[in-house]
C-alpha cells in the first residue's frame, strides 16, 4: 500500500488537495482510502457526505473515513488510564479531574497514526492519503512515535524489572496502587503498535508527505522550518504543492501588484525546495467543494504526472566510507548552524535542530569511532566519524 500525507499551515487547501489526489488516484484505477487526522469534519465538507469511522465509497473506488478519536482512545489507552487514574486518586486528585489529566493531549490523534498502520497491515487498499492538520500538530504527531520509543526501549524494561522485584514488598509498605501485568502488557501493545507506524512512515518506497503552501511569506517560511523537521525523523517528502496562485486572465489592475509578489514568491519556493517537485494550483472564483471541481484541481496540479508515485526519492540520510572515516550525512535543509547541536551518548547520536530532537542509532561501524567533525554542507550535515585513540587494529573491508 502507498501512503501520503498532506499538510501545510492553517487553512492553505490540505483537505482540498488530498481530496483532489485521492479522487484523481482512484479515477486511475487504484483503489483508494481517504483519511482525515483532523477532529473537524473537513473531509465530509469537501465532498458534501455525512463520513464515520467506516469507510464509505463516495466516489467509484475511493472510499473516505472519519475516525472518532475518542473511541479509539478508549480502545488503546484505557488500562493505562485506569492505573494513571488509581494512581492520581491515591495522591487525592478527585476522580474527574484525574481522568481529565490522564489524556495527554495530543494522544486522540495519535491513534489516527495506528489506524495508518491497521490499513497497512490488513491491506485492502492499493493508496491511502492522509489529510494531516496543520504543520505544528502534524510535527507533534510525527515525532510521537520516535518520542514512546524512545521512552519505550529505556525506562519501560527498566521499570519493569525494578517492579517485579519489589511489588510484595511495596505492597506490604505502601498503599499507592501498582502497576500490575496488564498494565505493563497494554504499554507493550501500545509501544509495538506505534513502532509499527514508524516503519511504515518513513519507508521511502511507501509513504511520502507533500507539503501544500500559498504564495506568501509566513506560509512559505513556515513550510521550510516544517520540511527539516520532517527530514530530520526520517520522512520522505516528495513534491511541493503551491496552492491559491492568482490565474492568468485576472488582469485587474488592483491585483497587478499581488500577481508580482506571487511570482516572487514562487521563485523563493523554487529556489528553497529544489529539487523537489513544485506542483501548482489557481485561485478559483468559488470554493473547492464536490466531487467535480476538486476532480478539476486534481488534473490541473498533477497534468500527466502519476500522483500516486513517489515524485522525488532523494535520500534523507546516508553514510559513506571516506579514507579512514566514516561520513553520515544528514539532508536538513534550512537547518541554520546556530541551531544545530550534536550529542553522543555510545551508539546513539542525538541531533538537535531548534526544538526538535532526533536520536539515530549508529550502526557498528560508526559506534566503535568517535565523532570527528561536523559541518554544512549545503543542505546537508556531514558528520565525520574517525578513529578513536585505542589501540590500532588493522581494518579488513
Ligand atoms: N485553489 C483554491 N481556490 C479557491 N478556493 C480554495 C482553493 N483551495 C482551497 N480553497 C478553499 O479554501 C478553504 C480552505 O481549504 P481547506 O479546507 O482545504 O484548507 P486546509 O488547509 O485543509 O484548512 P485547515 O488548516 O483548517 O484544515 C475551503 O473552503 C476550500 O474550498
Ligand atoms: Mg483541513
Redesign the pocket.
Given at each position: 500500500m502507498r501512503v501520503v500525507l498532506f499538510t501545510?499551515k492553517?487553512?492553505?487547501?490540505?483537505?482540498?488537495?488530498a481530496s483532489a489526489t485521492a479522487l484523481k488516484i482512484a479515477a486511475s484505477g487504484k483503489k483508494t482510502l481517504l483519511m482525515s487526522t483532523?477532529p473537524?469534519h473537513?473531509l465530509a465538507d469537501?465532498f458534501g457526505v455525512e463520513l464515520g469511522p467506516d469507510p464509505l465509497e463516495i466516489a467509484p473506488g475511493l472510499w473516505a473515513e472519519q475516525i472518532d478519536p475518542q473511541q479509539r482512545l478508549e480502545e488503546n489507552w484505557k488500562d493505562i488510564q485506569q492505573h494513571a487514574v488509581a494512581v492520581m486518586n491515591w495522591a487525592g486528585l478527585a476522580e474527574v479531574e484525574a481522568e481529565e489529566l490522564s489524556v495527554i493531549p495530543g494522544l486522540d490523534e495519535l491513534f489516527s497514526l495506528a489506524d495508518v498502520k491497521r490499513h497497512y497491515d490488513e491491506d485492502p487498499y492499493d493508496v491511502l492519503i492522509v489529510?494531516c492538520?496543520?504543520t505544528g500538530e502534524t510535527l507533534r504527531l510525527l515525532s510521537l512515535p520516535d518520542i514512546i520509543q524512545w521512552y519505550m526501549e529505556r525506562i519501560f524494561p527498566i521499570e519493569r524489572r525494578v517492579m517485579g522485584a519489589l511489588r510484595p514488598v511495596a505492597r506490604r509498605l505502601t498503599s499507592l496502587p501498582l502497576p500490575d501485568e496488564g498494565v505493563y502488557s497494554a504499554v507493550k501493545r501500545f509501544y509495538d503498535k506505534f513502532d509499527g507506524v514508524r516503519q511504515v512512515l518513513t519507508d521511502a518506497e511507501t509513504t511520502s508527505v507533500r507539503l501544500?503552501v500559498n504564495p506568501e511569506r509566513m506560509v512559505i517560511a513556515e513550510a521550510k522550518r516544517t520540511y527539516t523537521y520532517l527530514n530530520l525523523f526520517g520522512y520522505r517528502v516528495d513534491a511541493v504543492v503551491v496552492?491559491?496562485l492568482l490565474p492568468p486572465e485576472v488582469s485587474d489592475p488592483y491585483f497587478a501588484r499581488w500577481k508580482e509578489i506571487q511570482a516572487e514568491h514562487l521563485q523563493t519556493i523554487e529556489e528553497s525546495f529544489a529539487p523537489l517537485p513544485i506542483l501548482t494550483?489557481?485561485?478559483?472564483d468559488?470554493?473547492?467543494?464536490g466531487n467535480e471541481l476538486l476532480a478539476d484541481?486534481g488534473a490541473e496540479v498533477y497534468g500527466d504526472a502519476d500522483p500516486a508515485a513517489v515524485l522525488y526519492t532523494g535520500e534523507a540520510m546516508r553514510v559513506d566510507k571516506r579514507g579512514e572515516s566514516y561520513v553520515l550525512s544528514l539532508q536538513l535543509p534550512f537547518a541554520r548552524k546556530e541551531e544545530l547541536e550534536l550529542s553522543r551518548k555510545e551508539d546513539e547520536l542525538f541531533v538537535r535542530v531548534g526544538p526538535y530532537r532526533r536520536t539515530i542509532m549508529l550502526p557498528g561501524v560508526l559506534s566503535m569511532r568517535e565523532v570527528g567533525s561536523a559541518t554544512l554542507e549545503g543542505d546537508r550535515i556531514e558528520i565525520v566519524f574517525q578513529r578513536g585513540g585505542g589501540p590500532k587494529v588493522e581494518e579488513r573491508d
Amino acid at each position: 500500500m502507498r501512503v501520503v500525507l498532506f499538510t501545510g499551515k492553517g487553512g492553505v487547501g490540505k483537505t482540498t488537495v488530498a481530496s483532489a489526489t485521492a479522487l484523481k488516484i482512484a479515477a486511475s484505477g487504484k483503489k483508494t482510502l481517504l483519511m482525515s487526522t483532523d477532529p473537524a469534519h473537513s473531509l465530509a465538507d469537501a465532498f458534501g457526505v455525512e463520513l464515520g469511522p467506516d469507510p464509505l465509497e463516495i466516489a467509484p473506488g475511493l472510499w473516505a473515513e472519519q475516525i472518532d478519536p475518542q473511541q479509539r482512545l478508549e480502545e488503546n489507552w484505557k488500562d493505562i488510564q485506569q492505573h494513571a487514574v488509581a494512581v492520581m486518586n491515591w495522591a487525592g486528585l478527585a476522580e474527574v479531574e484525574a481522568e481529565e489529566l490522564s489524556v495527554i493531549p495530543g494522544l486522540d490523534e495519535l491513534f489516527s497514526l495506528a489506524d495508518v498502520k491497521r490499513h497497512y497491515d490488513e491491506d485492502p487498499y492499493d493508496v491511502l492519503i492522509v489529510d494531516c492538520g496543520p504543520t505544528g500538530e502534524t510535527l507533534r504527531l510525527l515525532s510521537l512515535p520516535d518520542i514512546i520509543q524512545w521512552y519505550m526501549e529505556r525506562i519501560f524494561p527498566i521499570e519493569r524489572r525494578v517492579m517485579g522485584a519489589l511489588r510484595p514488598v511495596a505492597r506490604r509498605l505502601t498503599s499507592l496502587p501498582l502497576p500490575d501485568e496488564g498494565v505493563y502488557s497494554a504499554v507493550k501493545r501500545f509501544y509495538d503498535k506505534f513502532d509499527g507506524v514508524r516503519q511504515v512512515l518513513t519507508d521511502a518506497e511507501t509513504t511520502s508527505v507533500r507539503l501544500v503552501v500559498n504564495p506568501e511569506r509566513m506560509v512559505i517560511a513556515e513550510a521550510k522550518r516544517t520540511y527539516t523537521y520532517l527530514n530530520l525523523f526520517g520522512y520522505r517528502v516528495d513534491a511541493v504543492v503551491v496552492n491559491r496562485l492568482l490565474p492568468p486572465e485576472v488582469s485587474d489592475p488592483y491585483f497587478a501588484r499581488w500577481k508580482e509578489i506571487q511570482a516572487e514568491h514562487l521563485q523563493t519556493i523554487e529556489e528553497s525546495f529544489a529539487p523537489l517537485p513544485i506542483l501548482t494550483a489557481r485561485l478559483r472564483d468559488q470554493e473547492l467543494t464536490g466531487n467535480e471541481l476538486l476532480a478539476d484541481l486534481g488534473a490541473e496540479v498533477y497534468g500527466d504526472a502519476d500522483p500516486a508515485a513517489v515524485l522525488y526519492t532523494g535520500e534523507a540520510m546516508r553514510v559513506d566510507k571516506r579514507g579512514e572515516s566514516y561520513v553520515l550525512s544528514l539532508q536538513l535543509p534550512f537547518a541554520r548552524k546556530e541551531e544545530l547541536e550534536l550529542s553522543r551518548k555510545e551508539d546513539e547520536l542525538f541531533v538537535r535542530v531548534g526544538p526538535y530532537r532526533r536520536t539515530i542509532m549508529l550502526p557498528g561501524v560508526l559506534s566503535m569511532r568517535e565523532v570527528g567533525s561536523a559541518t554544512l554542507e549545503g543542505d546537508r550535515i556531514e558528520i565525520v566519524f574517525q578513529r578513536g585513540g585505542g589501540p590500532k587494529v588493522e581494518e579488513r573491508d
